[in-house]
């Protein structure tokens, strides 16, 4: 099963003068298992376009399916839509309000009409696999620190335990060490649940280390669709609308214009390493 966008289009401001349209006749298939980049410069519609696929936004024109089902029919549960599609805001401060937080976390699933005991266990799961300790859980949200807090926010969600966990810009602010932890902790999620992620990012390096397909905005439209290789090759497109592709792709790119012969289309760092080390053994080979 999966999500979908068929044909959707938003407009802030309708029917009047100063109307805005955001996303512009967007179609898009989130299968189950997938970890999705979302990229796009200010402005792009990346943030209305998350915002349709737990339903805070109701398109202007088109359908959203979530399991076969649209999820503005009149009978159609959006509550409990979105303890299925959980979406981590930018900003943790904006999701965080409970006096400790194990509370905070708490909250979600007990609004799922859970016993105490089972809404205890999952705030405790969630809170273990962000990463925070157990001398954090009784302490204020707002005494954390900038990447405790993304934590929390990201546990708070976790432990509605949905089935796609959509994260905006989770690693914005953080210094290089936090956001690889966070990023890796949430890849090893991935890994070990199944569950589809979408990461929304302007991070090129991040979404190339650690996503297997790439969706790219642009004035409110999708411009590519495909996979890192497939997406960095297309370096000049991106540029043209304000992106860059992974340093790496730069760095590759000007080794072959000097002779190197190697795959210009690896996106991470290691995979560099690797692709630079076999094409100087084969020149030695050579020579």
Do not use: W
């Not at 979105?82 to 979600?108: A, I, M, N, W």
């Not at 900038?146 to 546990?155: S, Y």
């Not at 004035?219 to 290789?229: F, K, Q, S, V």
């Not at 997406?231 to 992974?246: D, K, N, R, S, T």
């Amino acid at each position: 099963m999966s999500l979908i966008l068929d044909h959707v289009s938003y407009i802030y401001g309708a029917d009047t003068k100063l109307s805005v349209t955001a996303l512009d006749d967007v179609s898009l298939v989130i299968p189950r298992g997938q970890f999705i980049g979302l990229i796009g410069h200010t402005g792009s519609g990346k943030s209305t376009l998350v915002q349709h696929l737990n339903g805070l936004l109701r398109p202007t024109r088109g359908t959203v399916y979530f399991h076969g089902q649209d999820i503005y029919d009149k009978e159609y549960n959006r509550k409990e839509l979105r303890s299925k599609v959980g979406l981590v805001f930018q900003y943790p401060e904006h999701q965080l309000f409970e006096t400790t937080v194990f509370q905070d976390v708490c909250f979600g699933p007990k609004n799922l009409g859970l016993s105490e005991k089972e809404v205890e266990l999952r705030a405790y799961r969630a809170l273990k696999q962000v990463g925070i300790g157990d001398d954090c859980f009784y302490r204020s949200p707002f005494e954390l620190s900038g990447g405790q807090k993304r934590r929390a926010a990201i546990a708070g969600v976790l432990a509605m335990e949905p089935e796609i966990l959509i994260l905006d810009e989770p690693t914005a602010g953080l210094d290089p060490r936090g956001r690889d932890e966070i990023l890796g902790q949430i890849a090893a999620l991935q890994r070990e649940t199944g569950m589809t992620i979408l990461l929304v990012s302007h991070s090129m390096e991040d979404v190339a280390e650690y996503v297997e397909r790439i969706i790219v905005m642009n004035r409110g439209g999708i411009l590519l669709d495909d996979t890192p290789e497939a997406v960095f090759e297309q370096y000049q497109q991106l540029e043209e609308i304000g992106l860059a592709a992974p340093q790496v792709t730069y760095v590759m790119h000007r080794l072959k214009q000097a002779g190197l012969t190697v795959n210009t289309r690896v996106t991470t760092v290691e995979e560099a390493k690797e692709e630079i080390l076999r094409a100087l053994a084969l020149r030695q080979e050579i020579m």
